[in-house]
C-alpha cells in the first residue's frame, strides 16, 4: 500500500510569516517558498535543463479533509492525486509535490491534465492563458513513517512546503510543493 511521503503539521499559514509552529523556515528557501513564478520554470533554470520527474503515485481517490476545504469539495468527491518528485542536476530529489485535481476540473479543455505521465503539471498550468492563482500558503511538514521510499532515506524528519489553489477555466486544483533536504539552492529563484 502507497502511502504520502510527507504530511502537513497544523494549518497552512499565509504569508506573512509570523509563526508557524514556533519555527521559520530557513533564510535561502525562504524565497523559493515565497515565489510566485512557476516552481518548475525556476528549477528548470537552477540545474541548467537537468531536470526531471519521477511519479510516484497517481490514481483516483478521496483528498484529505484538509484539502477538501480548500477545494470546496463534499466529503466523498474524488480527484485525480498525483504525487511526483522533482530532480534538479542532482541524484538526490530537491522537491515533492502533490496534487489535486477534482474530477469536474478534468472535464471539457481540461482533459489533457488527466494524463500528464512524466510532465510537470506546473510547466503546463503557466503556458495557459487562463490560469489563475490564489494565495501561497506555508506550512512545516512531517515525514510520514509508513512511507519507505528509498529515494527519502536522506530526507530530514521535517520539511517546508508551500500550496497553492490555481483556476484553470475557473476550476479550482490545489498543488502543495515540499522543499527537500537534497535542495540546496546557491541563488533565489528566477524572476
Request: proline residues 8%; positive net charge.
Amino acid at each position: 500500500m502507497y502511502h504520502s511521503p510527507f504530511e502537513a503539521i497544523g494549518d497552512w499559514h499565509p504569508q506573512p510569516l509570523e509563526s508557524l509552529h514556533g519555527h521559520t523556515p530557513p533564510d535561502h528557501l525562504l524565497p523559493w517558498l515565497q515565489h510566485k513564478g512557476s516552481l518548475t520554470a525556476a528549477l528548470k533554470h537552477l540545474s541548467h535543463g537537468e531536470f526531471s520527474v519521477q511519479i510516484l503515485n497517481q490514481g483516483w481517490h478521496i483528498p484529505n479533509l484538509e484539502e477538501r476545504r480548500a477545494l470546496n469539495l463534499k466529503e466523498r468527491t474524488r480527484a485525480l492525486i498525483r504525487e511526483v518528485l522533482l530532480y534538479g542536476s542532482d541524484t538526490q530529489p530537491w522537491v515533492y509535490a502533490r496534487s489535486v485535481l477534482p474530477e469536474r476540473t478534468l472535464a471539457g479543455k481540461s482533459r489533457y491534465l488527466r494524463s500528464l505521465d512524466n510532465r510537470p503539471l506546473g510547466e503546463l498550468l503557466f503556458s495557459q492563458p487562463d490560469i489563475r492563482r490564489g494565495p501561497i500558503v506555508l506550512n512545516r511538514l512531517k515525514r510520514n513513517s509508513q512511507c519507505q521510499l528509498a529515494e527519502l532515506d536522506q530526507s530530514e524528519a521535517h520539511a517546508w512546503g508551500r500550496r497553492s489553489t490555481f483556476w484553470l477555466h475557473d476550476k479550482p486544483l490545489l498543488v502543495a510543493e515540499t522543499f527537500l533536504s537534497g535542495f540546496n539552492p546557491h541563488k533565489p529563484p528566477m524572476t
